[in-house]
């Protein structure tokens, strides 16, 4: 994980921080669950030959000669202290995308839940209005209602416990050569599958505290 913070103190940055912090300490609550949410990219590439199957001492090796075939978008949804997680695979990642998957958050994932607490970050597209943008008043209203919805900060993507998860969707799935969106899906799925019968989670530990001493420089200075 890289971390990126302000060069200096940043009372936006650590107010903002604070806040997505302090919904990471908070305990379980079966009615609000907390769930983080990201995005990524994934390159699909065709195969010109037959890749070589590993043997003893040999990995599974691909010619250097490949075919471009698209880009898919992944959306992350993983609620820590539930030991859950989804990749929805898309076309693009446009505001109506968006939309369309908090609605199947809402109403496909959690059901049940009162309101969700959701962590992102700052992207033009993941923002209230998008839900107005996708569907009719009523209905975007009726989806909001079911959101808290809280922003890292600027420079601060790393609070966002669904960028660890993508990291390791990346490492464990998306390294290998993915020919196609189908096979994307199937291959996420699968990962997801894994993950979530494991119980999985993210044993976050920085806390406010941590950021008051370790970034200390981020925090606006007083005279006593």
């Excluded at 300490?25 to 195969?47: F, G, N, W, Y």
């Amino acid at each position: 994980m890289q971390w990126c913070i302000p060069p200096e103190a940043n009372a936006e940055f650590v107010c903002k921080m604070e806040d997505v912090l302090d919904i990471y300490a908070a305990p379980r609550d079966a009615d609000h669950p907390l769930v983080c949410m990201d995005e990524t990219s994934k390159q699909q590439i065709k195969e010109v030959r037959p890749p070589l199957a590993s043997e003893p001492g040999q990995p599974y090796r691909y010619d250097a000669e490949y075919q471009r075939n698209g880009v898919s978008n992944l959306f992350m949804f993983v609620a820590p202290l539930e030991r859950w997680r989804h990749v929805k695979v898309t076309d693009r990642r446009t505001k109506v995308d968006w939309a369309v998957a908090m609605r199947e958050l809402v109403d496909e994932r959690f059901p049940n839940a009162k309101t969700l607490t959701v962590v992102m970050d700052n992207l033009n597209t993941h923002c209230a209005s998008s839900l107005y943008e996708a569907f009719q008043p009523a209905e975007a209203k009726r989806i909001l209602d079911r959101l808290d919805i809280h922003h890292t900060p600027k420079h601060g993507s790393w609070l966002n416990m669904a960028e660890t998860e993508l990291s390791i969707l990346s490492r464990q799935c998306l390294s290998q050569r993915i020919p196609d969106q189908e096979t994307l899906r199937r291959e996420a799925a699968a990962w997801e599958t894994e993950r979530n019968a494991k119980g999985a989670t993210i044993n976050w530990q920085f806390t406010i505290e941590d950021a008051r001493r370790k970034l200390r420089k981020l925090y606006p200075s007083f005279q006593v």
